[in-house]
Nanobody
Framework: EVQLVESGGGSVQAGGSLRLSCTASGFSFDDSEMGWYRQAPGNECELVSTFSSDGITYYADSVKGRFTISRDNAKNTVYLQMNSLKPEDTAVYYC????????????????????WGQGTLVTVSS
């Protein structure tokens, strides 16, 4: 069974930092692209960042230069270091491998993961 456990969320003021962690099991982590997604109240689920099994990273324009994705295959964990946080970063953050994300349209993925008890809340105040 695919299991994903996100942690590291919290409440910070604008300009602050958080590091999110996602520990995974139930699939071949090393061979999987891992992605971070987020959904703010009233907004659609959006892709934030991905880290492929080949070491290729992607960042949404809204977080480029502020967020850094990394992974530790020995720990089956992917991280999202978030610096210079802005209020618009407020959202529930989710992680998922490509084997899961490929099943859903991005706009549906956060709802699906949330229904399965996933996610960590990040709140950034002005």
């Amino acid at each position: 069974e695919v299991q994903l456990v996100e942690s590291g969320g919290g409440s910070v003021q604008a300009g602050g930092s958080l590091r999110l962690s996602c520990t995974a099991s139930g699939f071949s982590f090393d061979d999987s692209e891992m992605g971070w997604y987020r959904q703010a109240p009233g907004n659609e689920c959006e892709l934030v960042s991905t880290f492929s099994s080949d070491g290729i990273t992607y960042y949404a324009d809204s977080v480029k230069g502020r967020f850094t994705i990394s992974r530790d295959n020995a720990k089956n964990t992917v991280y999202l270091q978030m610096n210079s946080l802005k209020p618009e970063d407020t959202a529930v953050y989710y992680c998922a491998p490509d084997a899961v994300s490929a099943v859903f349209a991005v706009v549906r993925l956060c709802d699906a993961l949330g229904a399965w008890g996933q996610g960590t809340l990040v709140t950034v105040s002005s």
